[in-house]
T-cell receptor
Framework: KAGVTQTPRYLIKTRGQQVTLSCSPI?????VSWYQQTPGQGLQFLFE???????NKGNFPGRFSGRQFSNSRSEMNVSTLELGDSALYLC?????????????FGPGTRLTVL | AQTVTQSQPEMSVQEAETVTLSCTYD???????LFWYKQPPSRQMILVIR??????QNATENRFSVNFQKAAKSFSLKISDSQLGDTAMYFC?????????????????FGQGTILTVHP
């Protein structure tokens, strides 16, 4: 069974641009959650999607958004990029949301904002 | 708001020995879940072990076990017979659940992580 995949793996953007990251969950998994990992702030929850609807959101500005498609693939978008958005963005998939917690993570997308 | 604290930024252990990673958390919730995740260098993060707060019995997964002290809000991870492949960053995480439409949702709060190095 293929694992969680994320594309692209690396991305370089400049301030003010926007970016879209993609996450394909494990086949059959319907919940996708996103996390930002930085050396200073550590790992922070961005949002979770289930059945094409955002179910939970972390404390991030509205520039961070996402969506989920009918095949459970998810995208996150960051508009008007700032230097502080440079981070490793991880997604994780679960069969369903809830107490099992995310079990499988993708390799991440390394975003660098110049 | 929940907080998770890992007080050991780095630890090291000799191969085949036992090591314990510490984690404390702060919450007013009574029903929640605790996790340990492992992030090896340049590799994907994986779930190591999970503990339900309502269960008194400590979770165990092969060489990994936890010491869950609910009253003290402590959740340590013990790795027995350490192997070179255990070298990684270890994150402790907390999750409480909210119900909506018959489905439970939660968001993970992570600690800052502990870098564990296993020496041959």
């Amino acid at each position: 069974k293929a694992g969680v995949t994320q594309t692209p793996r690396y991305l370089i953007k400049t301030r003010g641009q926007q970016v879209t990251l993609s996450c394909s969950p494990i086949s059959g998994h319907r919940s996708v959650s996103w996390y930002q990992q930085t050396p200073g702030q550590g790992l922070q929850f961005l949002f979770e999607y289930f059945s094409e609807t955002q179910r939970n959101k972390g404390n991030f500005p509205g520039r961070f958004s996402g969506r989920q498609f009918s095949n459970s693939r998810s995208e996150m978008n960051v508009s008007t990029l700032e230097l502080g958005d440079s981070a490793l963005y991880l997604c994780a998939s679960s069969l369903v949301p809830g107490h099992s917690g995310p079990q499988f993570f993708g390799p991440g997308t390394r975003l660098t904002v110049l | 708001a929940q907080t998770v604290t890992q007080s050991q930024p780095e630890m090291s252990v000799q191969e085949a020995e036992t090591v314990t990673l510490s984690c404390t958390y702060d919450t007013s919730e009574n029903n929640y879940y605790l996790f340990w995740y492992k992030q090896p260098p340049s590799r994907q993060m994986i779930l190591v072990i999970r503990q339900e707060a309502y269960k008194q019995q400590n979770a165990t997964e092969n060489r990994f076990s936890v010491n869950f002290q609910k009253a003290a809000k402590s959740f340590s991870l013990k790795i027995s017979d350490s192997q070179l492949g255990d070298t990684a960053m270890y994150f402790c995480a907390f999750m409480s659940l909210q119900n909506a439409g018959g489905t439970s949702y939660g968001k993970l709060t992570f600690g800052q992580g502990t870098i564990l190095t296993v020496h041959p």
